[in-house]
């Protein structure tokens, strides 16, 4: 079912476009939790593989951020063309996306896989834990360009109003994940090498359906082979980057926490923390994922508006749009709080992991409530085209994040490390709000009188 995204109702819209972006990013967090859930119960090497594979984590979503980088980036501007009535400029832009994104798939297989180990080495893996993620990580990089264009092109699938469809491109991954799992890593005896398996061939099963839709006559804006306009692809990039450096510093945070658990925890502890990152970082996973498929799938609400001049219904949809993430980040606290401590069963029951893990997730989720704030004001900014002002936004969070994480665990307890997270996102969404307050009014009246230009001229 296609959604009107210049005329039904905005509250109608977020609820018809949220709910699946939202449910399809909680569903594709489902790839690396269940990967984790399992290795975790690998029987006696259970806490070093999750350990390992943890390292990895921030690896292999930095490598996705590659999608986010295209895909996030061609999809306002696919989204503005059509709201200006230019199909034509719309399916251009999807076209080069699709080649940027091969291009980069390729790129990046061949770049990285020669350098794995020593990779994973200084991104927190041990003597003890290195085998485990580099068995992991080599076969899971092998699928980068089935990830990439699964992930980065459902982008312009949700933009077109198919936010449905969309969806269900990520659940066929996720259920092939789930089902493959546990037939590769215990019926065949293939450990971590079969989770990882399991996830490549799921991405693929996506990678196949998404270009099916893509290539399809149904679509308004189909995908066509057009040749690349360096243009466009600039462009696209230039949109797309706020996003990718997200995505991409987020994991840095995790990286540079690995590894300063690892140097502050010593022989001890080390591994132990690493563990317990790698845990709450998968619940905090269950937060940013569908909370970023809430502001960022509803992106397109924005930008066709912004290209058809609907500033009235730009507003009202910033101001919806806050509130619903807002609402998910209430949820998330109070589950973390209640029930956190039925999440960490599902990768481990050691009893000094489960207690050293629940402190952590209550320190990490302190102040997620007003993350969803920040999510929406950076979000809304890049689907305004405006990476002047959501690119800065972001960077400040990230800032604060990096200077508490190295100036904790120098004054206390390691242990306390993991409140960087919510010194950052305490701050930062109170600095975007005031931004976004400040320049929505310029920006939506710069656009306007764009519009009156172009009367003049005609």
Known sequence: MKNDLG???IRKLVWAIAIPSMIAQFVSVLYSIVDRMYIGHLAGIGVNALAGVGVCGPVVTMIGAFASL???GGAPLASIAMGEGNNDNAGKIIGNAFDLMMIIAIAVVVLVYPFAEKMLYVFGASETTILYALSYFKIYLLGTPFLLLATGMNNFINCQGYARIGMISVLIGAVTNIILDPILMFVFHMGVEGAAMASVISQLFSCIFVMTVLLSKHLPVRLKFMGIDIKTCLNILKIGFTQFIIIAFDNVMIISMNAVLQKYGGEQLGDVLVTVNTIVQSFMLVVTMPLGGISSGTQCILSYNYGAYQMDRIKEGIRYIAKVCIGYCVLMFAIAWLFGKYFIFLFNKDAQLVELAQNALKLVTLFIIPLGLQYEMVDSMTALG????????????????????FLIPVFFSVQYTFAAECIS??????VSFITVKKNLPLILE?????????????
């Open 446 to 458: 710069w656009r306007m009188s764009m519009k009156e230009e172009q009367k003049v001229t005609e």
């Open 70 to 72: 295209v895909g996030v």
């Open 386 to 405: 405006q990476v002047n002002i959501s690119l800065p936004l972001s960077f400040f969070r990230k800032g604060v994040y990096f200077v508490a994480l």
């Open 7 to 9: 005329k039904d109702g």
């Open 425 to 430: 996102d305490l701050i930062a969404p109170i």
